[in-house]
Nanobody, 125 residues
């Protein structure tokens, strides 16, 4: 089984920045895709940004130009740099993974089968 451990969440004022990390433990594979999702109270979980083992990325329209997803393959760690944060970015952020290859990492919840416990991001107006 895969284990993902997120960190880096916290409270910040609007316009500020945070960097989330997700360390992956378990089975290794040369082909995988990973993504960040978020869920605000009373809302469905939504995809934020994804990256595959080749380094191809995808972003939700709501975060394009503000968030950057990256990875350190040697450390098996996924990152999400979040800049120009808005109050509507407040949510629990989760990282997810699925082994296998895909050309463009999807931002669809059911396609991922390994999930972390989440890290809270709170942005005050």
């Amino acid at each position: 089984a895969q284990v993902q451990e997120e960190s880096g969440g916290g409270s910040v004022q609007a316009g500020g920045s945070l960097r989330l990390s997700c360390a992956v433990f378990g089975v290794t594979s040369p082909n995988y895709f990973m993504a960040w999702f978020r869920q605000a109270p009373g809302k469905e979980r939504e995809g934020v940004a994804g990256i595959n083992s080749d380094g191809s990325t995808s972003y939700a329209d709501s975060v394009k130009g503000r968030f950057t997803v990256s990875q350190d393959t040697a450390k098996r760690t996924l990152y999400l740099q979040m800049n120009s944060l808005k109050a509507e970015d407040t949510a629990m952020y989760y990282c997810a993974e699925r082994l296998g290859w895909v050309r463009v990492p999807p931002l669809t919840t059911p396609l991922y089968n390994y999930w972390g416990q989440g890290t809270q991001v709170t942005v005050s107006p």
